[in-house]
């Protein structure tokens, strides 16, 4: 199969706040409770924030873990989305595995980014070139304004084209 999927629509939709913010709330509400934005989104790299505020704290007055996963997540998963967004035939994405280290408290913004957006989107073309599943492990820094580094995150994505 030849690899000619454009993902520039995906970035059209990611990079604008008002039509991301409806996709968070139509398919991923908790996301959209606790404040999560795409800062920015590319083919190379996905940048995501997450603010330690009322409905993301944790009794440490900090940002809760599972806030600042779901940011970390979010910005491998964009980049994901945005390989296979309307491709035919469709593949399935899964995370198959969450590894993560914390280094400071979250008690601002913290922005998360993936810099591995040309690794995934090899691992999706050879996925449709071999018509295999194919995982990749790739990594999120997220860090503070101060350039803190808060936590890093590894997540590990299945892709499967469907039959």
Known sequence: MADLHNPNSFFQLANN????????LTKLPAAFIAGVRIVSCNEEA???SVSFKWLTQNPFRSTYFACLSMAAEMSTGALAMAY???RKPPVSMLITNVESTYHKKAIGKTVFTCNEGLAI???ISTAY???LPQTIKVKSKGYNKQEELIAEF???WSFKVKQ
Do not use: D, G, N
Request: hydrophobic share 50%; proline share 4%; with cysteine.
């Open 46 to 48: 996905c940048s995501v």
């Open 84 to 86: 296979i967004y309307q």
């Open 154 to 156: 590894w997540f590990t």
């Open 17 to 24: 706040p008002f039509k991301f913010r409806l996709f968070l």
């Open 121 to 123: 989107k090899q691992a």
């Open 129 to 131: 070139a071999t018509s």
